[in-house]
């Protein structure tokens, strides 16, 4: 209270000053001469009418504000803040070649030109950006031993088919993003060639050292992964922490940051606007150079391993995401760093403090144990997640499975859930990763060894896949019969796996999807969360996740008010039941509704 009566003096202090003032002022005036006076008289006439129109822009403004209606708050989002990421395995989404008259062979590999073919469709179901996976130049199956970053393996086509498929992706306001394998090459990158001959800047290119050729198998091994091989050209060994067909980059070495930077700079003059580093590894490399060898061998007795501070992955990160910054050069030209990392938030945190621009794990494991092997039941491992999820939730790419893992339904919860799990992915805060297939349901090919297992041909319709006119590559999956595109268009059915991942897509177009907080409750196997931005209307996502029917009050369990409007519902309203008057619910397993609220 005091303090309130020492405020009220303060003003009273001030207005008196303001009386002072002013009649020094008048005092003043009076013991000049008439010109003088005419002057001052002037002068008061001009401050009068200066004060009187100064208040009346004041009260106008006032008034103005009051009578316009306000507008909400809208972030700056940029395109990697707010779209899906379609993601392509390009051997296996369309074969363009066609079947040669004479021979009667073709490829059955898919290829760029397929993409383009395939584009309406992308366009269709609401992906603006497309992550193509390694068309490069290699020679592994994978696409990860590299022989020639700049250049299009010609299984895909060719360069002139990139430059096409850009400028008809730019025509219909696509983004593309492409993988960027730093780690290692190929042994037939001629890289590696002339650091075998030693020569000149090539020498250091890789991770060279003296070693025995009879033991050295058993005495270099690095604990846990990785080895060293003996090279007979150089007669020394180089470091592979993949198979031998992979040789490790030397990134210490200042040439080789250089010539990885430079890649960059060529497929980013081509147009892309990003890149994707799979690595759940970068961290626990740095570490080699500390890592003691079996037969008690160290860091000292391996220069090639000391580490330094050039070796830092996260300057490396850095030093990367500059050359991507020198091309942000107007509004709209924001390039993008993707990494897979380890699902954990500490080394989320590090590629978030490195500037990457999405962290992509999967919702559906904690700390690397996958969901199948826990007791505890997926809406509450869900919860816990996404409760523990930190400030940079809003970068979290989430996949579920890639051209590295087995496809969602199948490696844990069955079919039955694809369409409660690609809501779940739509609607959370962050960037969903779409892998191709699961838009429709695409499984597995249970009698197909990993990872052709999970790379089985696009299906397109129920003519043999659609895919290829030629032998495809992989076995296709013989449910392709009734899990395709065109069937699942064309069926009345309005709640085929596709119309309800098109429906979600133009769901996660409002505002409060796009950049509204998130709150996260939990019944038994019913995970529910809201998603609210100011000023526009709420969404209640619920998904029941369990095997049996729940049921309960909506406003009770998360206190949204009781006016609900459905949205949205995974599956035709069979016997699931919401009441709108008191939204109490019936909810079916492995169903999901949104509500919209005000
Ligand atoms: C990669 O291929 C391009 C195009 O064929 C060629 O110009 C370039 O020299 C090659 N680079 C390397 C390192 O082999
Ligand atoms: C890079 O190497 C790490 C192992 O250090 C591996 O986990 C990762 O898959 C590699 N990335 C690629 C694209 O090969
Ligand atoms: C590692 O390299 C630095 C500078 O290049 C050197 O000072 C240091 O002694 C080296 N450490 C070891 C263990 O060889
Ligand atoms: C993450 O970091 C914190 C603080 O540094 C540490 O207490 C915690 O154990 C770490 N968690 C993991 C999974 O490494
Ligand atoms: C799951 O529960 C069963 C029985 O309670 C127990 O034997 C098993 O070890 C648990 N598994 C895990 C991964 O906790
Ligand atoms: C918002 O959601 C509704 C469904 O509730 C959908 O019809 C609409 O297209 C969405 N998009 C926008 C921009 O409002
Ligand atoms: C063998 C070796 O150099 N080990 C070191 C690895 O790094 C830790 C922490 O920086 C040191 O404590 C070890 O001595």
């Known amino acids: 209270m005091k303090h309130l009566s020492n405020e009220d003096e303060l003003e009273k202090t001030k207005f008196i000053n303001g009386r002072e003032q002013q009649h020094v002022h008048l005092d003043f005036s009076r013991s000049v001469d008439q010109t003088r006076l005419g002057r001052w008289k002037k002068l008061r006439l001009i401050l009068l009418v200066g004060f009187l129109v100064g208040w009346t822009l004041l009260i106008a403004t006032v008034v103005i504000m009051v009578l316009t209606p306000k507008h909400p708050f809208r972030p700056d989002l940029k395109w990697y803040d707010k779209n899906i990421v379609y993601e392509i395995l390009p051997e296996s989404f369309q074969d363009s070649s066609v079947k040669d008259v004479h021979t009667k062979k073709g490829d059955g590999v898919g290829d760029l030109k397929g993409i383009l073919a395939r584009l309406d469709y992308l366009k269709d179901i609401g992906s603006k950006v497309l992550y193509i996976n390694s068309i490069y ?26 430059v096409e498929l850009r400028k008809v992706t730019k025509e219909m306001k696509m983004r593309l993003i492409m993988d960027f394998i730093p780690n290692h090459t190929g042994k037939q990158n001629q890289w590696f060639s002339k650091s075998q001959k030693k020569e000149g800047k090539y020498t250091d290119y890789f991770i060279w050292t003296t070693c025995d050729p009879q033991t050295y198998r058993h005495d270099l091994m690095v604990i846990g992964r990785g080895a060293w091989t003996y090279d007979d050209t150089r007669k020394e060994c180089y470091f ?75 300057k490396l990160l850095k030093a990367w995401k500059t050359v991507l910054e020198s091309y942000n050069t107007k509004p709209g030209r924001e390039k993008a760093l993707i990494v897979t990392a380890k699902d954990d938030l500490n080394t989320t945190k590090e590629y978030f403090d490195a500037g990457v621009t999405i962290v992509r794990v999967t ?91 999970y790379r089985t041909p696009m299906q397109w319709n ?33 709640y085929t796996t596709l119309k309800v991942y098109k429906r979600l897509q133009e769901l996660r177009e409002n505002e409060s999807f796009q950049w509204g907080t998130m709150s996260v409750y939990r019944d038994g196997d019913l995970l529910m969360y809201t998603r609210k931005a100011d000023g526009f209307p709420g969404y209640l996502v619920a998904i029941n996740l369990g095997t049996s029917r729940v049921t309960g009050s909506f406003h009770a369990a998360t206190g949204i008010p009781k006016e609900i409007k459905v949205v949205f519902h995974t599956h035709k309203d069979d016997n699931s039941a919401i009441s709108l008057s008191d939204t109490s619910y019936i909810l079916n397993p492995s169903h999901a509704v949104v509500l919209e609220y005000q």
């Open 240 to 314: 592979h922490q993949l198979e031998s067909d992979k040789p490790d980059l030397n990134l210490r070495s200042a040439d080789v940051r250089q010539e990885l930077e430079s890649i960059l700079r060529f497929w980013l003059d081509k147009g892309v606007d990003g890149f994707h580093v799979q690595d759940q590894h970068l961290y626990e490399d740095e570490i080699l150079g500390n890592e003691t060898f079996v037969n008690g061998k160290t860091d000292s007795e391996h220069q090639d391993l000391n580490r330094s501070d050039d070796m830092n992955h996260a």
């Open 462 to 494: 129920s003519k043999g896949t659609g895919f290829s006119q030629n032998t495809p590559w992989v076995d296709r999956n013989a449910n392709y019969i009734t899990i395709n595109v065109e069937t699942e268009k064309a069926t009345g059915d309005e």
């Open 363 to 453: 919702p559906l494991s904690v700390s690397g144990a996958s969901l199948a092997e826990s007791n505890t039941s997926l809406a509450e491992r869900i919860e816990t997640k996404l409760k523990n999820a930190n400030s940079n939730f809003k970068k979290i790419g989430w996949m579920y499975g890639d051209k590295y893992s087995s496809r969602l339904t199948n490696s844990l919860v069955g079919p039955v859930q694809i369409k409660v799990l690609l809501t779940l992915q739509a609607t959370l805060p962050g960037v969903p990763f779409n892998y191709y297939g699961n838009e429709i349901g695409m499984t597995d090919h249970l009698t197909l060894s990993a990872p052709k297992k």
């Open 137 to 162: 130049e290699s020679n592994d199956e994978d696409h990860k031993a590299i022989v020639n970053h700049t250049k299009i393996d010609e299984i895909y086509g060719s360069m002139e088919d990139f």
